[in-house]
């Protein structure tokens, strides 16, 4: 599923694709930014903050969001798209080159000076080039006074940007606590320093893991291993969910005995 990590290799892929290149083809396939056109602008460049994307052409940005199933494309020009045009949501060409985004969440068009209003709740991103320790100490802050859920308290992308549901399921393990914990009783800034260096681990793999193994079906702790034993004592995982969002929260994973 699409996390901070995986929009920052789109970012890296469509950056490397089409930075200081001309847009020839432009096409917004929802209705409040249809008219846009940025033909004939350059990309200057193409930047994920937490879960967003922004391509910025000339003096706009086309900002995405790619929600549990969107993804962006990238195809020579005349070549088969994998995926069904009737699910495209954003195209943008350069001579030789297309980006295709697919079942995008989010879309729209904004002037690059406006960016703020579509990410500036955001918390601090552990992927973006300003991440350093002060930046982990306000995370930290964010998330230790929030009063729900250390599970709801990470989710939540003003507290700290880029983590998604697969994340704070595996660093709530490795940290040993419970999902349900209050976030206000627990090691705010240890937690936050974990995961600044699972997303950072798993930034440039294709294949993300949290066990340091990579093969197919070893490479979680407890994300999606409801009801097989715990790695590490055996104890059956167990899931429940967690949180407001409907329908009813968003699903968590944990080890009974290893999380307290």
């Known amino acids: 599923m699409p996390e901070g990590d995986t929009v920052f290799r789109t970012a890296r892929r469509l950056h490397d694709a089409f930075a200081?290149?001309?847009?020839?083809r432009f096409d917004i396939r929802v209705p409040q930014s249809a008219t846009a056109d940025l033909v004939g602008e350059s990309v200057r460049d193409v930047v994920s903050?937490?879960?967003h994307l922004l391509i910025r052409i000339g003096e706009s940005t086309l900002h995405s969001h790619l929600k549990m199933e969107g993804g962006w494309h990238l195809y020579t020009s005349g070549e088969r798209w994998r995926t069904s045009a009737s699910r495209a949501r954003a195209i943008v060409g350069v001579a030789g080159a297309d980006a295709v985004g697919f079942d995008l969440a989010m879309v729209e068009?904004?002037?690059?000076?406006?960016?703020?209003?579509?990410?500036g709740h955001l918390g601090p991103d552990p992927l973006g080039p300003d991440w350093d320790l002060a930046r982990a100490a306000r995370a930290a802050r964010r998330v230790g006074s929030d009063p729900r859920a250390v599970h709801v308290a990470l989710l939540d992308q003003r507290?700290?940007?880029g983590l998604g549901n697969e994340?704070?399921?595996?660093?709530l393990f490795v940290r040993g606590i419970?999902?349900?914990?209050?976030?206000?009783?627990?090691d705010a800034l240890a937690l936050v320093e974990t995961g600044a260096r699972m997303i950072r681990a798993n930034r440039d793999?294709?294949?993300?893991?949290f066990t340091g193994d990579a093969r197919r079906g070893h490479q979680t702790w407890v994300y999606g291993?409801?009801?097989l034993p715990c790695r590490r004592c055996g104890s059956v995982i167990l899931r429940t969910s967690l949180g407001a969002e409907p329908p009813g929260g968003r699903t968590v994973f944990w080890c009974p005995r290893c999380q307290t």
């Open 49 to 51: 903050r937490g879960k």
């Open 159 to 161: 507290n700290l940007a």
């Open 225 to 227: 291993r409801d009801r």
């Open 178 to 186: 419970l999902p349900s914990r209050p976030a206000a009783t627990v």
């Open 109 to 119: 068009v904004l002037p690059t000076a406006d960016e703020a209003r579509a990410v």
């Open 205 to 209: 793999r294709a294949h993300r893991t």
């Open 20 to 24: 200081g290149r001309e847009v020839t």
């Open 167 to 171: 994340y704070v399921n595996e660093l």
